[in-house]
């Protein structure tokens, strides 16, 4: 079955550090592979989504992703974090083809704390 | 206004109460979703409408009854509902048609709160 698995479930970096963000994936096709972001309060945005061709993938805010078929993973990464940069942050893949609808399944978040 | 919009941002309700949740997609969008978000566990997808019509009902209880008028209005119906059921409830919608890999774009969601 299809599953995505964010094994970091907090973690705190100080402003200006880098971050990385792991996302494992389960799915036995091609994935299409999406990360969101979600503030206190608000829905979920979107910050970056892959479907093929280049495995690297350039999103909003400053934030980047790499495809790994090897690993399955889908990590996102931030070369220097801002404050406003914590939220909660949410790995996706899309699992179904077809259908007319987008049936995504969610991991279980990672959320971000940053020290001034 | 742009966006996807749900109504109200809060409720609290009793377990005897009758409240419906509203969602409103100004974006074109066919198909539509509630998610359920719930502490300490991931996004559940509940329901998903594609071209006004139903096509993912993910054994959610009877207490909770989705409608669909048209494709820009998405509605959760709640009625008899647990305390387990307080949770932050998201509509999402995607452009649908044959863009099944098209990303969801997220309401602010409605904070229900069943006492």
């Known amino acids: 079955a299809q599953s995505v698995t964010q094994p970091d479930i907090h973690i705190t970096v100080s402003e200006g550090a880098s971050l990385e963000l792991r996302c494992n994936y389960s799915?036995?096709?091609?994935?299409?592979l999406f990360w969101y972001v979600q503030s206190p309060g608000q829905g979920l945005q979107l910050l970056l989504k892959?479907?093929?061709?280049?495995?690297l993938v350039q999103g909003i805010k400053g934030f980047e992703a790499e495809f790994k078929r090897s690993q399955s993973s889908f990590n996102l990464r931030k070369p220097s974090v801002h404050w406003s940069d914590a939220a909660e942050y949410f790995c996706?893949?899309?699992?179904?083809?077809?259908?007319?609808?987008?049936?995504?399944?969610f991991g279980a978040g990672t959320r971000l704390a940053v020290h001034p | 206004e742009t966006g996807v919009t749900q109504t109200p941002r809060h409720l609290v309700m009793g377990m005897t109460n009758k409240k419906s949740l509203k969602c409103e997609q100004h974006?074109?969008?066919?198909?539509m979703y509630w998610y359920k978000q719930s502490a300490k566990k991931p996004l559940e997808l509940m329901f998903v409408?594609?071209?006004?019509?139903?096509?993912e009902n993910n054994s959610v209880p009877s207490r909770f009854s989705p409608e669909c008028p048209n494709s820009s209005h998405l509605f959760l119906h709640l009625h008899t509902l647990q305390p387990e059921d307080s949770a932050l409830y998201l509509c999402?919608?995607?452009?649908?048609?044959?863009?099944?890999?098209?990303?969801?774009?997220f309401g602010n969601g409605t904070r229900l709160t069943v006492t």
């Open positions: 974006l074109g969008h066919n198909a």
């Open positions: 999402a919608s995607s452009q649908g048609g044959g863009s099944y890999n098209s990303p969801l774009h």
């Open positions: 409408y594609s071209l006004e019509e139903r096509v």
């Open positions: 996706a893949v899309g699992a179904n083809r077809g259908g007319g609808y987008n049936k995504l399944i």
């Open positions: 892959y479907f093929s061709g280049d495995t």
């Open positions: 799915y036995g096709a091609t994935p299409y």
